[in-house]
């Protein structure tokens, strides 16, 4: 005999009377007990299942009778289906509420105290899960120092909600990345999101981490592959909050693609040593207007002064 797959809702006995009945003459169900070898009490307590079902049912002269099963079976997946419905419609509420849940978890904390381990070892597997999760969760600024880009599409999209959130995001790079070919559209994008860019020498980058308000710390060990530490005590936060502040006044910003020739004059003049008089006679400019761009161009790159705006664009590569 082929095997047939068992009908929705049905045990294996009830499925086995159910289909004895259907191919049979009528009969009573001690004759349908008795054609399938079975005793009475197997036969009637499977009936009873066929009858609570609405798939058979007992009429004069105790004959077990069966209806056409497009009918009764198909009553039978209808109901089915109306309750996954519902239960779907369950999981979408309860799944719209997991935010208020988050929300009156945070606020146990802040009554109660932490109530999660100081540390957590976490799989590289499970980084990007985790980044997104605090990225969701935390309150503040998001400062973040990484070797290398992340393409990540779970974290680019929550790192573009914090950013409409008006969070602060401020991001330093090694200046290798420069040389991906993707970088520049995905520096551009993130940069519209709201994420303030700085840059420094491969070699000045000596750990890979990223502060998330006052929820925690995701430091990455060396090495290839290496785990990373999900750290929260305050006093660890408070000190890679200090060390990323240190890192972010010595690092610069790189002048974009799009930066105008004028500016690129303007400079190559300074580092000449043209006074502000000679460069706004020398590119047809008014000395207000000359000040304001040097004053912007050394806000853009970091510069206390014009002495450090002239290191900063040298190495850059924008003045020789």
Do not use: C
Not at 84 to 109: H, I, N, P, T
Not at 264 to 274: A, M, P, Y
């Amino acid at each position: 005999m082929n095997a047939q797959p068992q009908t929705v809702g049905l045990s294996a006995d009830v499925e086995q009377l159910y289909r004895h009945v259907l191919r049979s003459a009528p009969a009573t169900l001690p004759q349908h007990a008795e054609a399938m070898g079975w005793q009475l009490r197997d036969a009637q307590r499977a009936m009873g299942d066929l009858e609570r079902l609405r798939l058979a049912r007992r009429v004069s002269g105790d004959l077990v009778k069966v209806d056409d099963p497009r009918a009764g079976v198909g009553r039978l997946l209808d109901t089915e289906e109306a309750d996954l419905d519902e239960r779907r419609r369950q999981l979408l509420s309860l799944r719209e509420s997991l935010e208020s849940f988050e929300s009156d978890y945070r606020r146990g904390l802040q009554l109660s105290g932490p109530r999660v381990p100081p540390w957590e070892q976490v799989a590289p597997s499970e980084a990007a899960p985790v980044v997104e999760h605090l990225s969701r969760t935390s309150r503040g600024p998001i400062l973040q120092v990484t070797t290398g880009p992340a393409y990540d599409e779970g974290v680019r999209r929550r790192r573009e909600e914090a950013a409409g959130g008006a969070r602060e995001l401020r991001s330093i790079f090694p200046l290798s990345v420069l040389t991906d070919p993707q970088w520049h559209s995905s520096a551009q994008r993130r940069a519209g999101s709201g994420e303030q860019q700085r840059y420094l020498p491969d070699d000045a980058i000596g750990v890979e981490f990223g502060v998330f308000g006052r929820s925690g710390v995701m430091l990455k060990e060396a090495g290839e592959d290496a785990d990373h530490l999900l750290l929260r005590p305050p006093a660890i936060i408070d000190a890679f909050t200090t060390l990323f502040d240190e890192l972010w006044r010595r690092a610069e910003p790189v002048l974009s693609r799009d930066a105008s020739a004028q500016d690129v004059k303007l400079l190559e003049l300074l580092s000449l040593g043209f006074k502000d008089e000679a460069i706004a006679r020398q590119m047809g400019l008014g000395l207000r207007t000359v000040r304001r761009r040097i004053a912007a161009l050394m806000e853009e790159h970091g510069s206390d002064t014009r002495f450090q705006l002239g290191l900063a664009v040298s190495r850059r590569g924008l003045v020789d």
